[in-house]
Nanobody, 124 residues
Framework: VQLQASGGGLVQAGGSLRLSCAAS????????MAWFRRGPGKEHEFVAA????????YYAGSVKGRFTISRDNAKSTVYLQMNSLKPEDTAVYYC??????????????????WGQGTQVTVSS
C-alpha cells in the first residue's frame, strides 16, 4: 500500500484545513487508518483513527471536538477535517495504515504503511 497525504498549508488560528490521504495498492477497506503528527521538537503523536467501515472513530484528547476523521473506501481515501486550529496544532501530519485493527491503534508500531507527511502551520 502506498499512501499520499495532501492538504496541508498555512492557516491562522481559528481556521480550518482538510487533509487527504489517497491509498493505492491492496484493498484499502481492510486497513485501519490513522493520522499522526510530529510537532517541532516533539515526538510523533497519535491524532485520530478510523475503522474499516468508517463507523468506529477514535481521537486524541487534544483534538477531540475539533478534528473529524472520515474515509471513503470507494475512493481509497481517508480525510482529516481540522477546525478551530490552534498554534499548537502546528506539525507535520502523517497518514498510516494498519492491518492489525483496533489493537494498539495509538502506537506507531501498529502501522504497516506511512504517507510522506504534509506540513500544517497555524499562526497566532
Amino acid at each position: 500500500v502506498q499512501l499520499q497525504a495532501s492538504g496541508g498549508g498555512l492557516v491562522q488560528a481559528g481556521g480550518s484545513l482538510r487533509l487527504s490521504c489517497a491509498a493505492s495498492g491492496r484493498s484499502f477497506s481492510s486497513y485501519y487508518m490513522a493520522w499522526f503528527r510530529r510537532g517541532p521538537g516533539k515526538e510523533h503523536e497519535f491524532v485520530a483513527a478510523i475503522g474499516w467501515s468508517g463507523a468506529s472513530k477514535y481521537y486524541a484528547g487534544s483534538v477531540k471536538g475539533r478534528f473529524t476523521i472520515s474515509r471513503d473506501n470507494a475512493k481509497s481515501t481517508v480525510y482529516l477535517q481540522m477546525n478551530s486550529l490552534k498554534p499548537e496544532d502546528t506539525a507535520v501530519y502523517y497518514c498510516a495504515a494498519s492491518s492489525t485493527g483496533r489493537a494498539g491503534m495509538e502506537r506507531r508500531q501498529s502501522y504497516d504503511y506511512w504517507g510522506q507527511g504534509t506540513q500544517v502551520t497555524v499562526s497566532s
